[in-house]
């Protein structure tokens, strides 16, 4: 099965700075998809980015964009003039091409400090 | 507009008692999914299903069951056998599979349940 590491628990960053979160899979699979899910504290669940993974080209939302390695399975989120707003849980998930099981993370707390 | 809808916001089970947690959706998804989220911890899924009237267990199925009789509607019920179900629980839907260029619809979530025990 595929599994999905976060590997910081918790990063924080000054308001107007960069921030680069870290997510790995494993999976034997060429085809699939990866997103990164934003989770303030209305527990609400909100999509951030999205990545095809036959695609080279790195995906970018606006501040938000992502640094796909293939090779070496990563997929690390960048947010550029992180706002305060940005403060939540963020979880990388993996989905699978030919079916809808989806995996995630455990998550990045990510604090913006003014 | 279009969305998930996860009812109760709140909700409060007895030991022993079987509760079931909502989840409608209006977005014509074919796919629905149920995850747990503990504190400090991600979403681990508990069962989905990508069609009506079938469904998958997913890592954490012991202790619930889940049943699909339309598609707008994917009700989960935590059984007594659960043993620790105080958590945060999660449903989704998305589109179903089907040809390639709706493969990478992200998943819609609902607002969530916290379910906890007295």
């Known amino acids: 099965a595929q599994t999905v590491t976060q590997s910081q628990p918790e990063m924080s960053v000054q308001e107007a700075e960069t921030v680069t979160l870290s997510c790995t899979y494993d999976?034997?699979?060429?085809?699939?998809?990866l997103f990164w899910y934003k989770q303030p504290p209305s527990r609400q669940m909100i999509l951030v980015i999205r990545?095809?993974?036959?695609?080279?080209q790195n995906a970018t939302e606006n501040r938000f964009s992502v640094n796909f390695q293939k090779a070496a399975k990563s997929f690390s989120l960048k947010i550029s003039d992180s706002q305060l707003g940005d403060a939540a849980m963020y979880f990388c998930?993996?989905?699978?091409?030919?079916?809808?099981?989806?995996?995630f993370g455990a998550g990045t707390r990510l604090t913006v400090k003014p | 507009d279009g969305g998930i809808t996860q009812s109760p916001k709140y909700l409060f089970r007895k030991e022993g008692q079987n509760v079931t947690l909502s989840c409608e959706q209006n977005?014509?998804?074919?796919?629905m999914y149920w995850y747990r989220q503990d504190p400090g911890q991600g979403l681990r899924l508990i069962y989905y299903?990508?069609?009506?009237?079938?469904?998958q267990k997913g890592d954490i199925a012991e202790g619930y069951s889940v049943s699909r009789e339309k598609k707008e509607s994917f009700p989960l019920t935590v059984t007594s056998a659960q043993k620790n179900p105080t958590a945060f629980y999660l449903c989704?839907?998305?589109?179903?599979?089907?040809?390639?260029?709706?493969?990478?619809?992200?998943?819609?979530f609902g607002d969530g349940t916290r379910l906890s025990i007295l």
């Open positions: 998930a993996y989905r699978s091409y030919n079916n809808n099981d989806m995996r």
């Open positions: 999976t034997s699979e060429s085809d699939y998809y």
């Open positions: 990545q095809e993974a036959y695609k080279q």
């Open positions: 977005l014509n998804h074919d796919a």
């Open positions: 299903s990508q069609i009506v009237n079938d469904f």
């Open positions: 989704a839907s998305a589109t179903g599979t089907g040809p390639p260029g709706q493969l990478n619809q992200p998943q819609h």
